[in-house]
């Protein structure tokens, strides 16, 4: 008998290749192709999109009829090469919003108020780091509680202020007491590094002198800030920066609810602004210009009779 046996043979198939990474990394490509148009469509000007518009609409060598020219010489296709230069640098700005502030002029108004919010900002970042020059002195360690900081129209403050059992000044006198000087010394090295002019202010609390003598708070408060001025410049402020020294006796209470509280007697220094500064200049000069001298009558005579 006999007998036929079949073996199937089995097909090889061939080696397909890597092919399909091509039309994958092709087709990666030309997403990150569309979604970078359309990043530069949502942040471009609209000078900046009539020149992509203008690009896929005349990709010749032959100048476009955009409405608005983009500017740049001609690259290939036509298309401006002016936005895309090497390591993602663009001459793109951050929305036509922008684009517009820049191209408006700015008034006297805007640069002032531009001026302040700067100037804000600086104070901000000199607070911070005079915080920061507190935290880490030892010699300041103990008065931490006495020195507050913040931020008024006319500068960064730095208030110095009395304690129930630790005032900076003998009772009803000018003489500061020795942690008092080495407070100000401490802190004068801190205030000689910035560049603005000082203003020292004296307060006193509501406590009025009883014996009847014409010196009370206002010469007090007065004298307590030229005693910080002597100590500040003992402990290596530069004289030329300061730029004013008064007492202000109670009339600016800290704490307005208590007036006799120790906290309203304090030494106020102000590490001034640019606008302060020049407000405080004008009014000195404007009280050091002597008045306009006023001319003497000038007395006309009358013609004497028979004169031509």
Do not use: C
């Not at 929305?95 to 108020?113: I, L």
């Not at 403050?157 to 407070?183: C, H, W």
């Amino acid at each position: 008998m006999l007998i036929v046996v079949r073996r199937s043979r089995r097909k090889k198939h061939g080696h397909h290749g890597g092919a399909w990474k091509v039309a994958y990394a092709d087709f990666v490509t030309a997403m990150m192709a569309f979604f970078l148009v359309m990043w530069l469509l949502g942040v471009g000007t609209r000078q900046q999109r009539a020149a992509i518009a203008e690009y896929f609409k005349n990709p010749s060598m032959t100048p476009g009829t955009a409405t608005v020219a983009p500017p740049g010489k001609l690259g290939p296709g036509g298309a401006s090469d002016s936005m895309i230069k090497l390591g993602g640098a663009m001459d793109i700005s951050h929305g036509a919003g922008k684009d517009r502030r820049a191209a408006t002029p700015m008034t006297p108004a805007d640069v002032e108020k531009l001026a302040r919010e700067r100037e804000k900002e600086r104070l901000e970042n000199l607070m911070q780091q005079m915080h920061a020059a507190i935290e880490k002195s030892q010699a300041l360690e103990p008065f931490k509680d006495q020195l507050l900081l913040d931020i008024t129209p006319e500068g960064l403050r730095i208030q110095i202020v009395d304690k129930q059992n630790r005032p900076m000044f003998a009772t009803g006198s000018a003489m500061l007491e020795p942690y008092t000087v080495a407070i100000l010394h401490e802190l004068a090295g801190f205030i000689d590094q910035a560049p603005n002019k000082v203003s020292i202010s004296g307060h006193t609390d509501d406590a009025q002198y009883s014996n009847g003598s014409q010196y009370g708070n206002w010469e007090l408060s007065a004298d307590r800030a030229n005693a910080a001025r002597r100590a500040l410049l003992d402990g290596g402020l530069e004289a030329g920066k300061i730029a004013r020294v008064v007492g202000l006796a109670d009339s600016v209470s800290f704490d307005k609810l208590n007036p006799s509280d120790p906290i309203n007697r304090r030494i106020s220094i102000i590490m001034m602004t640019k606008q302060a500064q020049d407000a405080a200049l004008s009014q000195e000069e404007a009280e050091a210009t002597p008045p306009p001298t006023i001319p003497a009558p000038v007395t006309i005579k009358p013609l004497a009779s028979g004169a031509p």
